[in-house]
């Protein structure tokens, strides 16, 4: 039977239209739920271990958006000029001379990371 | 022509820099030096850098000692990052009108006309502040009725504080507005480069102000149709519209200059694949096939017995398959390669582009889609690889070349939005 080519390459018979060929079909996408802004959404690594209790653990992937205000008990990404690294803590807790970075809006922990190992 | 236009250019002050800080807010206040990755030389310099009296262009080993002596920190060019602070400021600048041109990486023009906007200096510092919020890095702004006025408006902006980043050719004083043309050297306005310039201070103009005082027959026998415009646009006469966006590439060149001359073909063949590895990388990825590929080599400009060769071919069959192009450029060097010169310089181009589905409509040609198809499978196979395990991974002998002659402190910064193992840190507290 020949081939149509019309459809991505795969190949089509005579028929009902294969679905995967169907470029409006909605899939659910990680961006559309991680991130609001991405003009000003930037990605950070988690250091450190004394938040896992609050279930955030070393080597976690940090979205952290600049567009927001930072406000109440949220959590924020700042620079610590004694340590000269970023730091993360709740609002209450970023020194009055520090400036907000980011505020951050999700972690992200893999169990089984098929990412290639961090360094 | 017109004169009831508004022009606002957004310029990113040291750009470069910028970007480089936004990760490392420690290097605030300090003097910053980014050197292009191929030959070290001088590409951006934060304030601090060019109080020290750093020239643009500067080869990096020249000024060792002086970087040295002051801390420099010096960082050499880390194009994915710029890439895409830039495409983030472009981004966001769509939302404020899409009337853009994005003129360079650092650089957009926005036509503001039909935005009824009442007062300038204030949407400017809207702009101007949001920018920083969101994305994080300075950028100053001139709005004027002309693209060449709005220019010299970001540039006065830059260079006085009190402007605060935003300078506004609107509702400002005739008497300012002269003085401030009177102190803008005439070299520094758009469009007048280094030739211009000495030939229009020959003629007793050597200020922005002077210029607007030039009668337009006078601008036109010194500077042609060019000059006329130029002087109407620093008068409020707009001659310049947006460009439309740039379209697709209509042709790729990268090309190298050697560590040290060679008279090595197997350094030129090296050079050739990964000149060509980059540059049908940037094809497939925009989607295109080439028709026709070359190269070109030459020794050195500044010695004598200066010689330039070029080759190039056209294929029956448009292809972006790397291992082809290489191929084929290699028996080409093979015909062309002189054992007797010294090479300097060498560039491959691929251009005569056209889509993939330009290809389709081929079908019925000569022009063999299965192979079509097996090499883009191959190429994309390649292509993930390579965005997966991060580029350099698989190099070429001549990429090692350029290492022998770059500053040992120089660094490149991690790739912080391009490679999830490179991205920044941040420790709980």
């Not at chain 1, 795969?10 to 470029?23: E, I, K, L, W």
């Not at chain 1, 004394?50 to 924020?76: S, T, Y």
């Not at chain 2, 801390?71 to 939302?95: C, H, M, P, W």
């Not at chain 2, 906007?117 to 510092?125: E, H, V």
Request: one cysteine or more; proline letters at 4%.
């Amino acid at each position: 039977m020949p081939k149509d080519r019309e459809h991505d390459g795969v190949s089509v018979h005579a028929g009902f239209p294969n679905p995967a060929t169907d470029r409006s079909l909605l899939t659910l996408d990680f961006n559309q739920l991680l991130i609001q802004h991405t003009v000003s959404t930037y990605m950070f690594r988690i250091r450190g271990n004394d938040w896992e209790g609050e279930g955030v653990f070393d080597n976690d992937i940090a979205v952290v958006d600049r567009a927001l205000d930072p406000r109440g008990n949220d959590v924020v990404i700042w620079w610590n000029e004694g340590g000269g690294e970023f730091a993360v803590s709740r609002l209450q807790a970023m020194p009055k001379e520090a400036s907000c970075w980011g505020v951050l809006t999700a972690t992200i922990h893999q169990f089984r990371s098929f990412q290639r190992e961090q360094k | 022509m017109s004169k009831n236009s508004v022009f606002a250019l957004i310029d990113c002050n040291n750009f470069f820099v910028s970007c480089e800080r936004l990760f490392r807010p420690d290097l605030d206040g300090k003097p910053v030096v980014v050197l292009s990755s191929n030959d070290g030389c001088v590409v951006a310099r934060s304030n601090e850098a060019k109080r020290l009296g750093i020239p643009m262009g500067a080869p990096a080993f020249k000024w060792r000692y002086l970087f040295n002596e002051h801390d420099v920190q010096l960082f050499s060019a880390n194009f994915e990052i710029y890439g895409d602070i830039s495409k983030r400021i472009t981004n966001l600048l769509t939302t404020v009108t899409p009337r853009i041109e994005v003129y360079s990486v650092d650089e957009s023009f926005l036509d503001l006309t039909a935005l009824g906007i009442r007062d300038y200096q204030a949407w400017g510092r809207t702009v101007r502040e949001s920018i920083m919020k969101n994305v994080g890095v300075p950028v100053s702004i001139g709005i004027a009725p002309s693209k060449t006025l709005a220019k010299l408006a970001s540039e006065i902006a830059k260079q006085h504080d009190e402007f605060d980043g935003v300078m506004s050719f609107f509702g400002i004083a005739p008497a300012m507005r002269d003085d401030l043309l009177h102190q803008m050297p005439v070299g520094e306005v758009w469009g007048i480069g280094w030739r211009l310039a000495p030939k229009l201070r020959a003629e007793g103009i050597s200020t922005a102000l002077a210029l607007t005082h030039m009668r337009p027959q006078h601008a036109g026998q010194l500077m042609g149709v060019h000059g006329r415009q130029l002087v109407a646009e620093l008068n409020g006469t707009a001659c310049h519209p947006l460009t439309r966006e740039h379209e697709a590439a209509k042709s790729i060149m990268r090309s190298r200059t050697f560590g040290e001359d060679t008279n090595k073909e197997y350094v030129l063949e090296s050079a050739i694949a990964t000149l060509t590895s980059q540059a049908a990388f940037k094809l497939r990825r925009e989607g295109l096939l080439a028709r026709r590929i070359g190269f070109f080599t030459e020794t050195n400009r500044h010695k004598p017995g200066y010689r330039r060769w070029v080759r190039e071919l056209r294929l029956g069959q448009p292809t972006a398959d790397s291992g082809q192009i290489i191929s084929l450029l290699v028996q080409e060097l093979g015909q062309a390669f002189l054992p007797s010169q010294y090479y300097h310089r060498l560039g491959v181009f691929l251009y005569d582009l056209g889509n993939e589905d330009a290809l389709q409509t081929d079908l019925l040609g000569k022009v063999s889609t299965s192979k079509h198809d097996r090499d883009a499978a191959r190429m994309q196979a390649l292509d993930h690889i390579n965005t997966k395990i991060g580029k350099g991974k698989i190099y070429y002998a001549a990429e090692r070349l350029a290492e022998s002659w770059r500053p040992k402190h120089q660094i490149r910064s991690p790739r912080y939005v391009s490679s999830w193992s490179e991205l920044p840190e941040a420790k709980i507290i």
